[in-house]
DNA sequence: GCGGCGCTCGTAAGG
DNA sequence: TCCTTACGAGCG
């Protein structure tokens, strides 16, 4: 799987607190001056090797290509600039004079690539902690990579490697983030610093960087007032973490000692020992990460993962209001009704019990009230085989007791206040939340967010019917809808901005059925055919009768209607044939974008280890491309803010098929056009809060656009 | 004996 | 169906 058409991406690192790094037989001392131990520990060198195969050079350095023109073209027009510290001693910026901070920056713009690491105060680094350190940020290590010449020489054979980690012309400098020396001094620093920073992320040349997201929010919370957040939109970065995800998105890569474990410690090539590996492994001091992104993923990395580090890296800096008072008072309410429920429920019940243990609410439902006795079929649990306590058979139950309503209704308000009001209070600091994103913790190529989960705030309000909360007013009617705890700014909007029915959509592309792609050109059919199509049991009947009532129109055409749903799902059926095939062939499957899902169980003996992989390669291709569509309308509407000197939105979440902007109310108009016009009218766009006050745009849908748009749409993607 | 910690399980929200 | 996060109970 992995030759010499392969993107190589090496890096060196420094796995100990020794401060030294060595490389090969050229061990190089750095003696860390300025530096205190936790912030000897890092050089890290990431470099990109250049392509061996013709066939696909070219490809491969595109990157670079794109990314290194404007420095190039400075490079050759302009002398070198010498600063004193050169190459092997991370100097402290803080301490050269002003003359060497101006060679510093003439350094800086004749750099290829920059390689940074951030120092945290417990000592370690975002190399050698497991995760996002808690511990706050010390400083960063910056090695500016900033060789003239080309950086390998080809080789031809995967073991071939010329490591050539080390260039006379780099450099390596530290800065301090944290406040520590007297106010002026510090002011000083802090300018350089920010000076440097600037340079970095203008000047387009990759900043390589492993959680490159966590690197950026930092800059964007120490250097707030100096460096805006367009800016570090505009920078490039490069973070092996997602290279690694994307090779396989179910191995989970929690640190860059995994990294490396996972892409050097094994052998290269099946067959042959690397020279390169087994020397390096002698070699107790540093250690060497090399992972490969294949062909088939490099446009996705490039295009639509790297951009996306910073844009989730800019949506973590926002602050998202939330109104506090409010959350206060719902979670009083919400707390009062709950003990209403407890105390009902206890009554009924004829015993008092936890409401919250399925435990013992199936002790009581099963063993003392013998409901299942009455009730065929209940769902069991998953692992134990019991009789599950869910929704579904609790609603089944609701005739035959009052418990089930009562435990429904408190399950309901329970939820509501756990998570929505006070895990959301828990998640608050002065006021506000920012959810932290992450990049690579599913397998089908979305987001996640916690911390809180903004992506699975509940939509729906909940309304309690109990009266006398309030002493004196006769409230009997209190409604909760969690969305609405979220405040925008001053003078601005929530917009949400969100596909319709993408997965089906993708669906009906897939599949290329021309029924299905004729059916979401008929906008009032759609919702009701989704409907259907959510609702449709294979088992269920659907009589031509009750649809043509349904629907408005003559059996005839009902009956015409079912034949195309039927046909549907034939060549849904095919397709998911199809897909299952070539994952048993290749062992994994790809999205429209190449995103990958290895499927080791495609091939499974066992029955239920195989079906599953089955229903997961089919689920994969759907909600990865899905997955794929939605990154790059993120991708799109942001980079358009970003170029627009007048627009101010700001992104501040994704829900999956929707994105959320704060929006100055001024520029509602000019936003929602530009989004529009971005994506070819496949979104719409509306206010937030489904309280739906006003529409503040129409959408053009998929639907409404030709065959050729849709196809422009899709090809632009593919 | 008690509380803290980490784990699994069940449930339910989002899509 | 599948894939996320969050919460609480219960166990060791």
Redesign the pocket.
């Known amino acids: 799987m992995l030759g010499c058409q392969d993107i190589k991406m090496v890096s060196c690192y420094q796995d100990s607190g020794f401060p030294k790094w060595g490389y090969r037989e050229r061990s190089l001392s750095v003696e860390a001056k300025n530096l205190k131990n936790g912030e000897k520990k890092i050089v890290t060198l990431l470099k990109r090797k250049q392509n061996v195969s013709t066939s696909c050079s070219e490809k491969t350095r595109r990157l670079h290509v794109n990314t290194s023109v404007s420095s190039h073209e400075r490079r050759y027009s302009c002398t070198p600039g010498q600063v004193k510290s050169s190459g092997r001693y991370p100097c402290d910026i803080s301490s050269l004079g002003c003359e060497e901070r101006n060679e510093l920056l003439v350094t800086l713009e004749q750099a290829v690539a920059f390689v940074t690491t951030m120092v945290f105060q417990d000592g370690s680094s975002q190399l050698n902690s497991e995760q996002a350190s808690t511990s706050s940020v010390k400083g960063v290590v910056v090695l500016v990579k900033n060789q003239t010449d080309h950086p390998c020489p080809p080789s031809h054979t995967s073991t071939g490697y010329t490591w050539n980690a080390a260039n006379e012309n780099d450099k390596l400098f530290y800065f301090k983030t944290e406040q520590s020396s007297p106010w002026e001094q510090e002011q000083a620093h802090k300018k350089i610093s920010w000076q440097v920073l600037f340079q970095m992320l203008q000047c387009k040349v990759p900043i390589i960087c492993f959680n490159a997201k966590d690197f950026l929010r930092t800059l964007l919370q120490v250097y707030g007032d100096e460096i805006s957040w367009k800016q570090v939109a505009d920078c490039v970065v490069l973070d092996p973490r997602i290279a690694a995800w994307l090779i396989n998105p179910s191995d989970t890569v929690p640190s860059f000692e995994c990294l490396i474990q996972k892409y050097f410690e094994k052998p290269f090539s099946k067959g042959t020992e690397n020279t390169d590996t087994g020397t390096l492994r002698n070699v107790s001091v540093s250690s060497l990460v090399c992972f490969k992104i294949k062909i088939s993923l490099w446009n996705l990395f490039c295009t639509l993962e790297l951009p996306l580090i910073k844009i989730l890296a800019v949506m973590e800096t926002h602050k998202i209001y939330v109104n506090k008072q409010e959350l206060k008072k719902t979670s009083e309410i919400l707390g009062l009704r709950l003990k209403e429920l407890e105390q009902e429920a206890h009554e009924v019940a004829g015993e008092r019990f936890?409401l919250?243990?399925?435990?013992?609410l199936r002790e009581v439902l099963f063993d003392k009230l013998k409901l299942h006795m009455l009730c065929e079929k209940l769902h069991r649990?998953?692992?134990?085989q019991?009789v599950?306590?869910?929704?579904v058979v609790?609603n089944k139950l609701q005739d035959l007791h009052p418990l089930p309503k009562i435990i429904l209704e408190y399950?309901?308000v329970h939820?509501m206040k756990?998570?929505y009001v006070d895990?959301l209070r828990?998640c608050m600091k002065k006021g506000f939340i920012s959810s932290t994103w992450?990049q690579t913790?599913?397998?089908?190529g979305r987001l996640?967010?916690?911390?809180?989960?903004i992506?699975?705030?509940?939509?729906?309000p909940v309304t309690l019917t109990k009266k006398q909360y309030i002493k004196g007013k006769e409230e009997d009617i209190v409604t909760i809808s969690p969305r609405t705890l979220f405040v925008s700014k001053k003078g601005c909007t929530f917009l949400a901005a969100d596909f319709s029915h993408i997965e089906l959509r993708i669906l009906a592309d897939l599949s290329s059925e021309p029924e299905l792609l004729k059916l979401f050109q008929e906008p009032e059919i759609t919702d009701i055919f989704s409907t259907l199509a959510s609702q449709q049991n294979s088992k269920n009947n659907l009589s031509k009768e009750r649809l043509a009532d349904c629907l408005g129109i003559t059996p005839v055409q009902a009956s015409q209607f079912i034949e195309s749903f039927m046909q549907k799902y034939k060549k849904v059926h095919e397709f998911t044939k199809k897909t299952i095939e070539q994952c048993r062939n290749k062992g994994y499957v790809v999205s429209i974008m190449g995103r990958k899902r290895p499927l080791a169980n495609i091939n499974a003996q066992d029955y239920k280890l195989r079906t599953?992989a089955e229903?997961?390669a089919v689920?994969?291709v759907v909600?990865g491309s899905a997955a794929d569509l939605c990154k790059m309308a993120m991708v799109k509407i942001f980079a358009s803010v970003v170029i627009s000197p007048t627009l101010t939105a700001r992104l501040i979440a994704q829900?999956?098929?929707?994105l959320l902007f704060e929006v100055e109310d001024s520029q509602i108009e000019e936003f929602s056009a530009r989004a529009h016009s971005r994506l070819l009218g496949l979104f719409s766009v509306k206010q937030w809060i489904y309280s739906c006050r006003h529409q503040v745009f129409i959408h053009k849908l998929w639907s409404s656009l030709t065959k050729a748009q849709q196809y422009v749409w899709l090809n632009q993607l593919a």
């Open positions: 936890l919250t243990s399925s435990c013992q649990t998953e692992i134990q019991l599950s306590t869910s929704e609790l399950r309901q939820k756990s998570t895990g828990t992450n913790g599913t397998v089908t996640s967010s916690k911390h809180p989960n992506q699975g705030i509940s939509k729906h599953q229903r997961q689920n994969f909600q829900i999956h098929d929707e």
